[in-house]
């Protein structure tokens, strides 16, 4: 596609409930990347996958957040038991190998836990 | 980590105002990023540029890397330009952003 690609663009769920959230990056783009905007502050890195493997997962926050990218291009972000404390902007962007290169951004998906 | 701090937090102009926002990192970078977040959350890539200076119509940037400082300048502001702006780098030892808190813009008519 023209641009990365991110659904659904909002979600609402109820705490414990568990949520996937799709990233469609740009065709060819070999690096994805999850981050995570609360309001009124600045992107938060999540994960890093270069092709098909995580190569940097240290800022997921703890074990109910869980990323897959298996054929090196759509990506699902799976939060498990959701808390109040997830609702956040979760925005993905590629770039076309990684380091020194470009980072495109999504739409986003705005995801609220009752 | 990286620290990257913008300045200012606030800024409010009038139409056809000149700004400059700044953009300050502790470490040095492979990559800088500017990006204008738009009403709708959308991150707009202004600028790549992790040294040097590039112009695009009334935006420019300069990114001083041995001074671990860049420039964003907006002439002849529009009330389009409104929105946040934000400076993110890519630290030397990894691919991640780390961004700065932002500067929010309001330009009036």
């Known amino acids: 596609g023209a641009g990365v690609s991110q659904t659904p663009s909002n979600k609402v769920t109820e705490k414990g409930k568990y949520v996937e959230l799709r990233c469609d990056p740009i065709?060819?783009?070999?690096?994805l990347y999850w981050y995570r905007q609360s309001l009124g502050q600045g992107p938060e890195f999540l994960i890093y996958?270069?092709?098909?493997?995580?190569?940097?997962d240290s800022g997921l926050p703890n074990d109910r957040f869980f990323a897959v990218r298996p054929e090196g291009s759509v990506s699902t972000l799976k939060i498990q038991r959701t808390e109040r404390g997830d609702s956040a902007v979760y925005l993905c962007?590629?770039?076309?190998?990684?380091?020194?290169?470009?980072?495109?951004f999504g739409p986003g998906t705005r995801l609220t836990v009752l | 980590g990286i620290q990257v701090e913008q300045s200012p937090p606030d800024l409010i102009l009038q139409e056809g105002a000149n700004s400059t926002l700044r953009c300050n990192f502790s470490?040095?970078?492979?990559?800088l990023q500017w990006f204008h977040q738009n009403p709708w959350g959308q991150l707009i890539n202004l600028f790549y540029?992790?040294?040097g200076t590039k112009q695009n119509g009334r935006l420019s940037a300069t990114t001083v890397a041995t001074e671990r400082y860049s420039l964003l300048y907006i002439s002849s502001s529009q009330t389009t330009d409104s929105g946040v702006y934000f400076c993110?780098?890519?630290?030397?030892?990894?691919?991640?952003?780390?961004f700065g808190e932002g500067t929010q813009l309001t330009v009036n008519p």
């Open positions: 540029i992790p040294s």
């Open positions: 962007a590629s770039s076309f190998s990684g380091s020194y290169n470009e980072q495109f």
């Open positions: 996958f270069q092709g098909t493997g995580a190569a940097d």
């Open positions: 065709s060819g783009h070999t690096a």
């Open positions: 470490d040095s970078v492979n990559n």
């Open positions: 993110a780098v890519e630290q030397s030892s990894g691919s991640r952003l780390t």
